[in-house]
C-alpha cells in the first residue's frame, strides 16, 4: 500500500467544490480544509506508485479550480 498526502491550494471560493470533486476520485481517501499555507489536504491510499501517479497526474490535477 502506497500512501500520500498531497497539500493543494484553490482557487478563491472553490474549496468546497473542489474537496467534493476530489472526495469522489477512486484512490482518494480523505480530503481535509486547511487553515494557513494550504487550502486542502489529500490523503491519497493505492496499491503502487503507478496507481499514485495516475491519481495525481490523471485525475487531480484535471480538477477544476486547483491552482
Known amino acids: ?12 471560493g ?5 474537496a467534493e470533486t ?3 476520485i477512486p484512490g482518494i481517501t480523505e480530503v481535509y480544509s ?3 499555507v494550504h487550502d486542502l489536504a489529500a490523503i491519497i491510499r493505492v496499491d503502487s506508485n503507478d496507481a499514485l501517479a495516475d491519481v495525481v497526474t490523471h ?5 477544476e479550480g486547483i491552482r
Open 1 to 12: 500500500m502506497v500512501t500520500a498526502l498531497v497539500l493543494l491550494n484553490t482557487e478563491k
Open 14 to 18: 472553490r474549496i468546497n467544490e473542489v
Open 22 to 24: 476530489l472526495a469522489g
Open 34 to 36: 486547511l487553515a494557513g
Open 59 to 63: 485525475r487531480m490535477l484535471k480538477v
